[in-house]
């Protein structure tokens, strides 16, 4: 299981489905282990699917987005991942993966708190 101080996995009943909570003020070298994280994934399955629930999330450290292991990850999710949902998100990342969805090659949508149960199915997964 992926664990940093605020980025914690979540089990899934799918090997293929990876859920992570996201909690405070992501940090840079957060951000780095889970892309460094998400590239081996990729390196072992076809396709996968992501589950970003933001419990508490306080934004993310100045820069943290421009490490070299999350740049790679996120372009190389673009041929890897199916469908990518987000529960919880604000208002202004919410507007980005809807965006996101429409433009990229990856089923992208994104889910209220309540509607957490809804964003499990969407990635084809239940907590485990």
Do not use: C
Request: hydrophobic share 45%; glycine share 8%.
């Amino acid at each position: 299981m992926f664990v940093t101080s605020t980025i914690r996995e979540a089990p899934t009943t799918s090997p293929n489905v990876f859920a992570f909570h996201i909690l405070g003020e992501v940090a840079a070298e957060d951000m780095e282990a889970m892309g460094a994280y998400m590239n081996d994934q990729f390196e072992t399955h076809d396709k996968v699917s992501m589950l970003m629930i933001f419990d508490s999330f306080e934004g993310a450290e100045t820069g943290a987005t421009f490490q070299w292991e999350t740049l790679k990850s996120r372009f190389r999710s673009l041929g890897k991942v199916d469908r990518y949902a987000v529960v919880g998100a604000p208002e202004g990342p919410s507007r980005m993966i809807e965006w996101m969805g429409k433009l990229l090659p990856i089923e992208a949508r994104t889910f209220a708190k309540k509607d957490d149960a809804a964003a499990w199915a969407f990635v084809g997964a239940s907590p485990a």
